[in-house]
């Protein structure tokens, strides 16, 4: 029986999971394995919110191993350390217990296709003191970690001089920096119904860092420029054409020799592959790491391995780069899924075209803008408000029903409801 083994469980890697699972695990075509370094997966657009408390991965995140069990693939727990495309296997790290005890030593899974699906992580770009001093969100371990620290931040404000102000700083005007920064002084609101009467929107001193021009660089002018009015009316010192030269414990030193005091720093500027795949001395990467693909999205020179979503090296034919966006991921998923399927029956396989649908950007309760790219005109439709809400909470209900399934995807979209109409609005541990 063939085995395809999946690397990642992110947005693409698991819709990757469930589709096969379905069409080929249930039917007992193929073994699907499903390998990811956590437990249970989070969308990653939403890793904003459980930094600040107002997601729980404890109730909102989805177990691998329960899902795999309903869709038909295995889930191996475990984080991808080597690659011997020769012998067609996989090293997983030896995994250890708090104590530091073996739970399991370091394997080896063999596969016949591969499919690295194994994300991004942000680009520090060699600055000195960031991996010492700043939080990064590039997965829900380290979104908790900033969520322990910022309540630990609250108690110690709530407790002090009404004079002094809890300081944040957040490298990177993307969608990241820029929705929590919004996402910051909405738990802030929610905090003094939860016994910290002292903390608002007034404490907190928020910078949004950019190196470029503009916050939001991939997006349109009109948007960037919306999303600043909001962010500036909210209190949020954007700063732009502000260069991070280094990071020490208690704010960041700029090019220009500014310094910008912060109790917590966060770093969500740039991303790239992680640094194991140059490591493996495989693959052709560009200068973000990611592995070159061919238009079918197999690796260049590596036999029956695919690659998808941030990791994935996607030169268009404009000579454009398909952008790290968990819609790329989506898309890629699905083609890499038909062409498995295809390639099994002799047929040729698709060449990749992503098609941009548009995005947006939430800045939580306040307010949401973004385009909608028009499949009809060609043009792109600006919107904001409630319509813009709407189809941004559209694009993680998609992402549920395409894992779940439609019965199952609904229900969980009701269980979610009640969960919010009877638990706190803010994790306060």
Known sequence: METILIVGGGAGGLELA???????????????????KNTSHIWKPLLHEVASGSLDTSTDGVAYSAHGAKHYYQFQHGEMIGLNAQSKSVRLAA???????????ERELAYDTLIMAIGSVSNDFGTPGVAEHCYFLDSPKQADKFHRSLINAFVRVNQADAREYLNIAIVGGGATGVELSAELYHVAALAQR??????????????????????????????????????????VEVLENTKVAAAVENGFFT???????????????GVKAPDF???????ELNRMQQI????ELQAKGVDDVFVLGDC??????????????????????SLIAANILRRRAGKAMKAYHYKDHGSLVNLSRYSTVGNLMGNLTGNSLFIEGRIAR????????????AIHGWLKGMLMILVEKINRAVRPKLKLH
Request: charged fraction near 20%; charge should be positive.
């Open 292 to 295: 070159l693909v061919t238009p």
């Open 18 to 36: 469930t589709q096969l699972g379905h069409k080929l695990g249930k039917k007992k075509q193929a073994q699907i394995i499903l390998v990811d």
């Open 312 to 333: 994935c090296g996607c030169q268009q034919e404009d000579g454009s780069w398909v952008p790290p966006r968990a819609q790329s991921a989506h898309q890629m998923a």
């Open 95 to 105: 995994m250890f217990d708090e104590e530091g005890r073996v739970v399991v030593p």
């Open 255 to 269: 090019a220009e020799d500014k310094t910008i005091r912060a109790d917590l720093m966060v770093w969500a500027a």
């Open 390 to 401: 709407f189809v941004y909470i559209s694009l993680y209900r998609m992402h549920q029903v």
């Open 277 to 283: 795949i140059k490591q493996l001395d495989i693959f």
């Open 194 to 235: 939860y016994g910290l009467a002292q903390i608002n929107a007034h404490r907190l001193r928020i910078s949004l860092i950019e190196a470029g021009p503009s916050i939001l660089p991939a997006l349109p002018k009109r948007i960037s420029n919306a999303v600043r009015t909001e962010l500036v009316k909210l209190g």
